[in-house]
């Protein structure tokens, strides 16, 4: 999704896209000259190899076609639940996790650079991620029990850490930052924690065979859906207020969890069937009632905005929020989230056909493509460019709609 806590690199990456194409020409210089060096002393060549390694961060490329990759950085792990904020984006920082031989371990890179500005000292075989504006928070697996943290945002530096004692050895299966806490989720059982301390405010449990969704906040009530139910839960206490029985829940495919997010005062809820399809539904928290259901595709990734409801499977469909009539459908594929900015749903093809491609939310018709790696991840989009973590464990940030003018990077 658009990041919310943007503080203005609109307004100044203009001038910053200008510097950046300046230092990618004096990059490029001093490659061309660092080659015809190599060419009389192989030690400068070691010598290079070794300072891009240690350095993590790549320089500015332009490709062909006139489109810029910012910057790029490699050893990049993709989101483990392929959330649609991943990378996570908080101001000028960028969070995410960065793999080598030791293990996995989170990194905080400068929006604008792509440098490391730090890394956590500790190191973990698996991991989710979620952050505020204040602190990064880490679910890890360092043996088979798994552990949670909270790192600070601005050195890294470890606040807190406690034993998850919900599930010492099960996965979790989702894990987000509400306005109540940050909380998780594994098959049979929810918990949220206190962000300043770590301890467990409650914990929710559910029938043993239950794989939750992940949890969303709307007027101040914690709402969940298993395969059958729709749960609404008291955010300061966890006490379950009211549930209700969703439709055609008894084709639902157990081992996929559904999805389900809060929009225009309404949630919407998809799940797969057993056999083939799934079905999309829009309930009215506040009286309870199922507003629509609509048979669909075997849903991957839901998303909306204002006015309509997205639902990527082999092909990507708008709805419309208020009816849930169908508007349009277009042969995407896919299995990454979306995003949105000024009218435009921005995807990811994981098969590298188009890379990034942008559509008209109203019609659902390509309007921008760029030709870059493939990836099954999202693209979190901060102003006017775009982070996207690859298949190749590379991530970029692309400077979105832009074309080469006197050397400067501008917008269409």
Excluded at 77 to 85: C, G, I, Q, V
Excluded at 204 to 212: A, D, H
Excluded at 221 to 235: E, G, H, M, Q
Excluded at 293 to 305: M, Y
């Amino acid at each position: 999704m658009n990041d919310p806590h943007d503080n203005g690199l609109d307004r100044i990456w203009p001038r910053v896209s200008a510097e950046i194409e300046s230092e990618r020409r004096k990059a490029v210089r001093q490659q061309k000259a660092l080659r015809r060096t190599v060419i009389g002393g192989g030690a400068l060549a070691t010598m290079g190899l070794v300072w891009a390694v240690v350095a993590r961060t790549w320089l500015p490329v332009a490709d062909e076609r006139g489109v810029s990759d910012s910057w790029q950085l490699a050893d990049v792990s993709l989101s483990a639940d392929n959330r649609s904020e991943y990378p996570l984006v908080r101001g000028q920082r960028i969070f995410a996790v960065h793999h080598g031989d030791g293990g996995q371990h989170v990194v905080c890179i400068g929006k604008l650079t792509g440098s490391i500005l730090w890394e956590s000292e500790s190191q973990f075989r698996e991991c989710r991620l979620a952050a505020d504006e204040r602190r990064v928070y880490v679910l890890r697996a360092d043996s088979p029990e798994w552990q949670c943290a909270a790192l600070d945002a601005t050195s890294g530096k470890l606040l807190w850490s406690r034993a998850d004692e919900f599930s010492a050895t099960q996965p979790p299966l989702t894990f987000t930052v509400l306005r109540a806490g940050v909380c998780s989720t594994r098959k049979g059982g929810l918990v949220l924690r206190n962000c300043e301390t770590g301890e467990p405010k409650w914990r929710t449990p559910f029938n043993s065979n239950e794989i939750l969704s992940t949890p969303v906040e709307h007027g101040g009530v914690v709402f969940t859906a298993s395969r059958s139910k729709l749960y609404a839960l008291n955010s300061g206490t966890g006490e379950r207020l009211w549930s209700r029985v969703l439709e055609n829940n008894s084709a639902a495919f157990a081992p996929f969890p559904p999805l389900l997010k809060a929009s225009a005062g309404k949630l919407l809820v998809a799940f797969r069937r057993a056999v083939a399809g799934g079905v999309l539904q829009c309930v009215d928290p506040n009286t309870r009632e199922i507003l629509w259901a609509r048979e669909t595709s075997a849903p991957i990734n839901l998303d909306a905005d204002a006015e309509h409801v997205y639902l990527r499977s082999q092909a990507l469909g708008a709805y419309d929020v208020r009816t849930g009539a169908l508007l349009w459908t277009a042969k995407v594929g896919g299995c990454g989230p979306l995003a949105f900015q000024d009218g435009r749903v921005y995807l990811a093809d994981p098969k590298g056909r188009y890379g990034l491609l942008a559509l008209d939310a109203r019609v659902g018709k390509p309007v921008w493509h760029y030709s870059t790696v493939a990836s099954c991840g999202g693209i979190v989009i901060s102003g006017k460019v775009g982070f996207v973590s690859g298949v190749d464990g590379r991530l970029r940030a692309v400077v979105l709609d832009s074309e080469k003018k006197r050397g400067v990077w501008q917008y269409l």
